[in-house]
């Protein structure tokens, strides 16, 4: 699972600037021990207040408050607070933050992920390209910018057919064109607005869902532990169907080929200086191909961080701080715990019903509801919004099995009123894994 352990080594750099939006602030004063006087926090109102910090400020050698990443004026007032602070390095957690990141390190002239770097791991167009003059199978796709553009790549390249913007994450804004029909509706609803910048056209992938989750140095796997997902992230935002993880066991024919086309990805791309955490996302198709969906220079969303850390013994997100700020972390030779899992049951399309409080499967170790009863849902237009979420263990070799018993639970134990799917006319299929026989 691991080659190269990282041993602990001292930091060169004395003043961060850190960007974050996640809710781990409590921890960065276990990972930063001097954190009152090197670390510089850009943070959002959420992540602050999750902290359970009664005054961050305390903690900190100065906390500014952000609400979020996305506006590129934010560039400014961040170069200031470089300047004023005498910052050394740069570090970031969340897919939002890669680029405003490396944009300060190349203005500031200071070491970490440089901007062309950071748009090969969140351009998924400049990605997909840079893999496919290399040899690997990625979809085919096409930038399009207009509505033109797009019915000509429907054209060539037939149905289904997927259109997304280039640089979101969470499976947002993806848009899937089941035939013809469906393409004149979905270009009815687009804004113009949409069109101010080129979108990514591709082909469907029939396949299974993987993902590879661990830490890279050099860009270089040295932590990678690869993930069963019934279904995606856009099947479940579209149809509104369980966010599910599952660790798979070594003994799986496909860990292997997994943790290889994620090393074969990387060397491919621009090489991430130092250690950081990486998320990566294949389809096995019918034919027995691992075609990669995206990668990403970050931790994975969803519980992820959790289960990893709760196996592995390392926090991805730490981990990925420690290694932009030039420090390194020891990691395990070995798994600490059983294999795990989470799932994330979104809202659906209706009134919530019936919810379970509490759920009483084998090796179930979290449970928790936060959904109302009599409330009325419109579904979610990204991954995060859910009505329950749980971790477990998983305890035979059989992680497809186990994921869909804890989906037959939910869907027997869950009532919605006025439920809809959201399915297009004759697109059913969409919902159904393909679960290849080979190599299982």
């Known amino acids: 699972m691991r080659t190269n352990p990282m041993t602990a080594a001292d930091s060169g750099a004395s003043?961060?600037?850190?960007?974050?939006?996640?809710?781990?602030?409590?921890?960065?004063?276990?990972?930063?021990?001097d954190s009152r006087s090197e670390v510089v926090l850009v943070s959002t109102p959420a992540a602050l207040a999750a902290s359970g910090l009664d005054n961050p400020d305390a903690h900190f050698r100065h906390v500014h408050s952000v609400s979020g990443f996305a506006d590129p004026s934010l560039e400014e007032e961040l170069f200031q607070l470089c300047c004023q602070f005498g910052v050394e390095r740069i570090l970031s957690t969340g897919e939002r933050e890669v680029l405003p990141a490396a944009r300060l390190r190349e203005r500031l002239g200071l070491p970490g992920i440089d901007v062309s770097t950071a748009t090969a791991f969140r351009d998924k167009f400049v990605m997909k390209s840079i893999l496919a003059d290399a040899g690997l199978p990625v979809a085919p796709m096409r930038r399009v910018d207009s509505v033109a553009a797009l019915r000509d790549f429907a054209a060539e390249v037939g149905y289904p057919a997927v259109v997304k913007p280039l640089d979101r994450g969470g499976s947002a804004g993806i848009q899937v064109l089941s035939d013809a029909d469906d393409l004149e509706a979905v270009i009815g609803g687009l804004d113009a607005a949409v069109w101010c910048a080129p979108m990514l056209a591709e082909a469907w992938i029939a396949g299974d869902f993987y993902q590879v989750n661990g830490l890279m140095d050099d860009g270089v796997v040295v932590l990678g532990q690869p993930c069963y997902n019934p279904y995606s992230g856009w099947l479940s935002v579209a149809f509104h169907v369980p966010n599910m993880n599952g660790m798979l066991p070594?003994?799986?024919p496909l860990a292997a080929r997994l943790r290889a086309a994620t090393t074969q990805v990387l060397a491919a791309l621009p090489t991430v200086p130092g250690v950081s955490a990486f998320h990566a996302e294949f389809f096995h198709t019918p034919d027995d191909q691992l075609v990669l969906n995206e990668i990403a220079c970050r931790a994975g969303g969803g519980a992820i961080v959790d289960t990893h850390e709760a196996v592995l013994g390392v926090n991805l997100h730490g981990a990925g701080l420690l290694g932009q700020a030039g420090r390194r972390v020891p990691?395990?030779?070995?798994?600490t715990m059983p294999r795990q899992g989470f799932a994330h049951f979104p809202p659906a399309c209706g009134v919530l019903r019936e919810i379970p409080v509490r759920c009483p499967l084998p090796n179930v170790l979290t449970y928790s509801v936060s959904g109302e009863c009599g409330r009325a849902y419109h579904g979610a237009e990204s991954l995060g919004p859910t009505v329950a979420k749980m971790t477990f263990t998983l305890s035979t070799s059989d992680v497809r099995a186990e994921l869909r018993q804890i989906e037959q639970w939910w869907e027997r134990n869950t009532v919605w009123e006025n439920r809809t799917s959201g399915v297009p006319n004759g697109a059913a299929w969409l919902l159904q894994p393909t679960r290849n026989a080979k190599n299982r």
């Open 331 to 335: 990691l395990h030779d070995a798994p």
């Open 250 to 252: 070594e003994t799986d």
């Open 15 to 33: 003043s961060f600037l850190l960007l974050n939006t996640k809710k781990i602030v409590h921890r960065l004063l276990d990972w930063f021990p």
